[in-house]
């Protein structure tokens, strides 16, 4: 039952049922160093307590999400932005 | 014809155990049967959630094996983790017919998308199952970009997939496997048991010219093992994908 | 509304009516981590009060193995929810800590090497509460479970049982820690079930 260190990639279920798009291929750029990274490279501890992924640069937390039973926190102060994927603007809409 | 629904929050489904595959004495496939199952892409995983009859629950992420749509099921490969009380649970105990909560696909980043490069991929024990599901895809699609599987075991015993493995290399054009036994090698095998070496990448891999979309997977200290290897070899740090499982227990 | 797997779960926990509600017993001592493990060389481990004027105090490894110490015995309760009952620690009680500081201030935040906060009040560290243990089950704590040394308040959530712990801040007013700010509970009483920010 040890917590073993994993990567971005184990988040995407959690923070799926947060947002609509698929965020661990968001660049986050850490607010600790300023290094960019894919979120789903970042260095991620847990499921429990919570989700703690950090900076594969400098460890700096960038990212923390805590799931209750009825809620859940999402804290990003340690990301300075992320950057989504998006389809081309102008794109023809989905049918 | 209008979007009828936004995007929905993901939430959890039930899937049926269709049916189960021993694949090693410690691992074990299960063909999952799930309703309105959206389709998946070869790395994706699933997390799963089992919960007890006292209302004890636990969650894992497992990554999917199976392409799509390859029969409309979804395949999951559960190696049994010493302790691990979901992975032994899932391994062992769980029959044909019973019921299993998951909540996906999900992942879009250690995914094959049909591109065009050159695709080397590095397995470290269980590592392997969201790679089978890249090989297995491109053999549906009968893709043309060459793929080279280096799949480091502790023994023959534990290679999962190993016929399907061998029977693709005859098949699957441009599909090759190297085995690295860390433990104990079959009788007459070339090298002594050992870790992945710089040597085994060079030589089985591809060289860092050819550009190849590279896919890491296996525990952490394999997939920064493999890495630091491939990075030392001139290859494009960017162009290295990778997934760590800690020992899903 | 969840799917109910029969004799999954059954191997390693059972529940006992003496648990604080919604816990489980284990027998293992489960592993939970926010961040690598530091490794802090006994020769550059320092522990430090530092009251609300800024004044410091503060313990060489030595310096705190020449503390007496205290054996204690007590059960341990992880808002994962699982409960360890018997545990058995060796440590520094925080009231000798705090036997030459006056203060006047009421919360505390707990600091941990690897930059782990948590918060409690002084009143929960204080008159046998809590200890700063560097023996569990009769060995040096180790790494992963927080040594050289960790706090151990048992009648919280053993959140608030700092790993890797390093010094005590007053604090004037009550301030969130780690795992506070991101949602679990500012004071964590297992048996209100405080797991959750308005729990």
Known sequence: MTEHELDGNAMAGDLREVFAVDVTTAVATCGGCGEPSVVARLRVWGPAPGLVARCPSCDDVVLRLVRGPERAWLDLRGAVSLQVPMPPLGAPAEH | MARTALPGRLTWRAAIVEAARQETPSARTLV????????????????????????????????????????????????RVEDGEVSSY???????????????????????????????????????????????????????????????????????????????????????????????????????????????????????????????????????????????????????????????? | MSIISPGFGGRRRSSQPDLPPGQYLTHDFPVLSAGPTPRIPLDRWQFTVTDETGAKHSWSWAEFQALPAEDVTVDIHCVTKWSKLGTTWRGVSIDTLFENIETTADYTMVHGYGGYTTNVPLEDLLDGKAW?????????????????????????????????VNGIEMLQQDEPGFWEEAGYHMYGDPWREQRYQGD
């Open chain 3, 132 to 164: 700063v243990a560097y023996q569990f089950d009769g060995e040096p704590l180790a790494p992963e479970h927080g040594g050289p040394a960790r706090l151990v308040v048992p009648h919280l959530y053993f959140w608030k049982s700092a790993k890797w």
């Open chain 2, 90 to 249: 899932l391994a062992e105990d769980l029959q044909v017919g019973q019921p299993l909560e998951l909540r996906g696909p999900v992942g879009g980043w250690f995914v094959w998308r049909n591109a065009p490069p050159p695709v080397l991929l590095l397995a470290g024990g269980s590592g392997v199952v969201p790679l089978m599901a890249m090989i297995r895809a491109r053999g549906d699609v009968r893709g043309r970009q060459p793929f080279r599987l280096i799949y480091s075991v502790r023994t023959p015993q534990d290679a999962l997939y190993a016929d399907e493995l061998a029977r693709r290399v005859r098949d699957d054009p441009g599909l090759d496997v190297r085995f690295v036994y860390t433990r104990k090698t079959p009788d007459g095998w070339p090298d002594p048991p050992g870790r992945l070496t710089v040597a085994t990448i060079n030589t089985y891999g591809w060289p860092p010219d050819f550009a190849p979309d590279v896919f890491v997977c296996g525990p952490t200290s394999f997939v920064e093992a493999a890495a630091d290897i491939l990075v030392a070899l001139g290859h494009d740090p960017k162009k290295i994908r990778t997934e760590r499982f800690g020992g899903t227990s």
């Open chain 2, 32 to 79: 999952l049967r799930v309703p309105d199952w959206p389709g998946h892409l070869p790395g994706q995983h699933v997390d799963v959630r089992l919960t007890a009859p006292d209302g004890y629950s636990a969650q894992r992420s497992y990554s999917i094996a199976s392409a799509w749509p390859d029969g409309g099921t979804v395949e999951l490969t559960v190696q």
